[in-house]
């Protein structure tokens, strides 16, 4: 099965910094790979996503990064804002559904 | 549209009563997911239904739990008997189209504590 590892599990950053965060996947039939953000008591909700015939996807201050050979994706966050703090969920879909476990960000005003 | 709503929002009950989760997916979705959340954890998938149909469950944690689905609008979660480690928040999410490769939207989900 899918095996989707995120890296780091916390990240601090001063605001207007950037933020990076990596997922790998182990399945190559994954082809479909969203990211999360999860405020503190709230529910996950979609930021960006990509698909598996793109290799960078970008809205505002948020971009997502795939390669697909080496079977990892990132999150890049630039200008960092308190309200970016939360955590961020990776996933990798392809016959199936996998959260990677997860990466909580703090912005340092 | 109200969104992914799921009832009740919280919930507190003693080992070994039986737990009973609702979720109303938003209309025209055609897939719903059910996930458990703990720090230990993170966000685990339990099982997702497209049209109704039950998919995989493979993260279904035991016997204990099952889910059903009677109609495009309404899906259960029911845990029997209840143990203090299935204290957790419980999400609903739904989702358009027959595979899970689109935007899922979920519920505010369900805090259950098992005394």
């Known amino acids: 099965g899918e095996n989707v590892e995120q890296h780091p599990s916390t990240l601090s950053v001063q605001e207007g910094d950037s933020a990076v965060i990596k997922c790998t996947y182990s399945d190559s039939a994954s082809n479909y790979f969203p990211w999360y953000k999860q405020e503190l008591g709230k529910r996950p909700q979609l930021i960006i996503d990509i698909r598996s015939n793109v290799g960078e996807k970008k809205d505002q201050r948020i971009a997502v990064t795939l390669n697909k050979t080496a079977k990892h994706f990132s999150l890049h966050i630039t200008e960092t804002q308190p309200e970016d703090s939360a955590v961020y969920f990776c996933?990798?879909?392809?016959?199936?559904?996998?959260f990677g476990t997860g990466t909580s960000l703090t912005v340092i005003p | 549209d109200a969104g992914v709503i799921q009832s009740p929002r919280h919930e507190v009950t003693e080992m070994g009563q039986e737990v009973t989760l609702r979720c109303k997916p938003i209309?025209?979705?055609?897939?719903l997911f059910w996930y458990r959340q703990t720090m230990m954890r993170g966000l685990e998938l339990l099982i997702y239904f497209n049209n109704n149909v039950p998919i995989d469950d493979s993260g279904m944690p035991e016997d204990r739990f099952s889910a059903k689905m009677p109609n495009a609008s309404f899906s259960t979660l029911k845990i029997q008997p209840s143990e203090p480690r299935d204290s957790a928040v419980y999400f609903c999410?739904?989702?358009?189209?027959?595979?899970?490769?689109?935007?899922?939207?979920f519920g505010p989900g369900t805090r259950l504590t098992v005394l």
């Open positions: 996933a990798a879909t392809g016959n199936q559904f996998y």
């Open positions: 209309s025209g979705h055609n897939s």
């Open positions: 999410a739904s989702s358009l189209g027959g595979l899970i490769m689109n935007e899922q939207f």
